[in-house]
């Protein structure tokens, strides 16, 4: 994963980006909800893309949660166990935190 150091947080807070297919978007927004639409372009595929309002507090538990439900192409909770190298950059500087885990 690569941040600048403005992302750099102790705790992820709502709202989480989504991307969402166009068939079936208000059924899956129901789904969601708290989710809204952002006022943006669709994806280079065709996708609509949203913000998720809910709160994060089960990291993995809400990426299941999204990742499950019918018409979300995409999400942006990335579970701990799936990033083990994070680079973040403070202008010229980049700091390197790894993440890793031994394996057994």
Partial sequence: MIADS???VTALHPPDPL???EFGLAAT???LHPVSLRNAP???DGGAIADYHGAIDDLAGVAALLGATPGVVEHGLFPPALVADVFVTRGDSVEHL???KPRP
């Fill in 6 to 8: 403005s992302k750099r």
């Fill in 42 to 44: 669709r994806s280079p």
């Fill in 19 to 21: 991307e969402l297919l």
């Fill in 29 to 31: 927004m129901r789904l």
């Fill in 98 to 100: 790894n993440h890793a």
